[in-house]
């Protein structure tokens, strides 16, 4: 079992950076790849990143891709969401996800095993 936690969502201005954790619980955390997804209000939840067990490989979908970076502290049982350049379309809410596996369909949330509550995230133009 992993509970996950997110924090560090806010409004601020197109442009700016934020920067989302996710703290989890368990010893197994280490165990999990580790998604980012994003639901904007009456839209889908859609993919953001995710991250392998070790840290050493990302995947990201193309509207994120150069502007966001996820990374991992497994001794801290964290993982990141570096957000930068942010637009006024990147305004949702934010969750982390984990699954056992980092290859195979880690952008769909079906293959995702645990979620978090989510933080709000609001882009200003």
């Known amino acids: 079992q992993v509970q996950l936690v997110e924090s560090g969502g806010g409004l601020v201005q197109a442009g700016d950076s934020l920067r989302l954790s996710c703290a989890a619980s368990g010893r197994t955390f280490s165990s999990y790849a580790m998604g980012w997804f994003r639901q904007a209000p009456g839209k889908e939840r859609e993919f953001v990143g995710v991250?392998?067990?070790?840290?050493?490989?990302?995947y990201y979908a193309d509207s994120v891709k150069g502007r966001f970076t996820i990374s991992r502290d497994n001794a801290k049982n964290t993982v990141y969401l570096q957000m930068n350049s942010l637009k006024p379309e990147d305004t949702a809410v934010y969750y982390c996800a984990a699954r056992r596996n980092y290859y195979g369909d880690s952008h769909s949330r079906h293959t995702y095993d645990y979620w978090g509550q989510g933080t709000q995230v609001t882009v200003s133009s």
């Open positions: 991250i392998s067990v070790s840290g050493g490989n990302t």
